[in-house]
T-cell receptor
């Protein structure tokens, strides 16, 4: 069975500092991995994905994520956080090309000015 | 280009009442999805439609039915609402498999449903 773990309910970081939001997954076969962001009272917005290819993927708003097959992780990173990055972040995994995608419980990111 | 639209935005039902949540997308996507979001539980897939004319159960289908009316529209019906169905419901779409296949999903703004 597929599963996704986001071990931190909340991450706090100062503006200008690097940020990392952690995600580990379990899936049979090749994983399709995604990060989404949700702002208050809005739907989720796609940030980036790993399907195949380079382990480091770049996405919207300066975010990137590194796929680590041996550690079954897909951590989200940004070199310099902005206050406007404060939001709820979801990691998601699928082994069926996007159908039956499993989402993590979410990590709330607070960036302090 | 409105993306994914959902109606209504808010709804309050009494236990046992029925209602249909509507969803439409204008991106010519093949696949559509219904999720519910509950605090601390992320999103859980209720039903999905991989392509027009097909629907399949997700993680939490009990108490719900869906209809893929055409390529654009995918509705979710609660036949007899229960307090446990109080949640925020999101519709999403993706291009799906094919020449332009891509797997990321695009979400609507959500429907906040309260069942008393």
């Amino acid at each position: 069975a597929q599963s996704v773990a986001q071990p931190e309910d909340q991450v706090n970081v100062a503006e200008g500092n690097p940020l990392t939001v952690k995600c580990t997954y379990s899936v049979s076969g090749n994983p399709y991995l995604f990060w989404y962001v949700q702002y208050p009272n809005r739907g989720l917005q796609f940030l980036l994905k790993y399907i195949t290819g380079d382990n480091l993927v770049k996405g919207s708003y300066g975010f990137e994520a590194e796929f680590n097959k041996s550690q079954t992780s897909f951590h989200l990173k940004k070199p310099s956080a902005l206050v406007s990055d404060s939001a709820l972040y979801f990691c998601a995994v699928s082994n069926t090309g996007g159908f039956k995608t499993i989402f993590g419980a979410g990590t709330r990111l607070f960036v302090k000015a | 280009n409105a993306g994914v639209t959902q109606t209504p935005k808010f709804q309050v039902l009494k236990t046992g009442q029925s209602m249909t949540l509507q969803c439409a997308q204008d991106m010519n996507h093949n696949s559509m999805y219904w999720y519910r979001q509950d605090p601390g539980m992320g999103l859980r897939l209720i039903y999905y439609s991989a392509s027009e004319g097909t629907t399949d159960k997700g993680e939490v289908p009990n108490g719900y039915n869906v209809s893929r009316l055409n390529k654009r529209e995918f509705s979710l019906r609660l036949e007899s609402a229960a307090p446990s169905q109080t949640s925020v419901y999101f519709c999403a779409s993706s291009a799906g498999r094919g020449e332009r296949s891509s797997y990321e999903q695009y979400f609507g703004p959500g429907t906040r449903l309260t069942v008393t």
